[in-house]
Nanobody
Framework: EVQLVESGGASVQPGGSLRLSCAAS????????VGWFRQAPGKERERVAC????????DYGDSVKGRFTISSEYAKTTVYLQMNNLEPEDTAEYYC?????????????????????WGRGTQVTVST
């Protein structure tokens, strides 16, 4: 059974930093891409970042480029999202998702509703 478990969400002030973790199990890690999405109340789900485990290639949503960094640690089958210079607009529930190759990040970005596996989310709140 594939499981994705997010952690690291918290309340921080604007300008602060957080690192989210997504621990994956039950899958062949380097056969997958893992992405982060977020959804704020009353808003549509938004893609944040994605990484292809096998080659480390990444892509980011426009709103987080230059502030967020996605990375993976193969030995722990974990994907991280380092979030710097956080803004109130980053407040949302953050979810990680996994999709097998060859679909990977491309499928997650274009056909999000068809992504195979999702975690339950972790809340990030940015406020004074």
């Amino acid at each position: 059974e594939v499981q994705l478990v997010e952690s690291g969400g918290a309340s921080v002030q604007p300008g602060g930093s957080l690192r989210l973790s997504c621990a994956a199990s039950g899958l062949l890690f380097d056969d997958y891409a893992v992405g982060w999405f977020r959804q704020a109340p009353g808003k549509e789900r938004e893609r944040v970042a994605c990484i292809t485990i096998s080659d480390g290639s990444t892509d980011y949503g426009d709103s987080v480029k230059g502030r967020f960094t996605i990375s993976s640690e193969y030995a722990k089958t974990t994907v991280y999202l380092q979030m710097n210079n956080l803004e109130p607009e980053d407040t949302a529930e953050y979810y990680c998702a996994a999709e097998a190759l060859p679909g990977g990040c491309k499928l997650m970005n274009v056909h999000t509703d068809y992504v195979s596996y999702w975690g339950r989310g972790t809340q990030v709140t940015v406020s004074t």
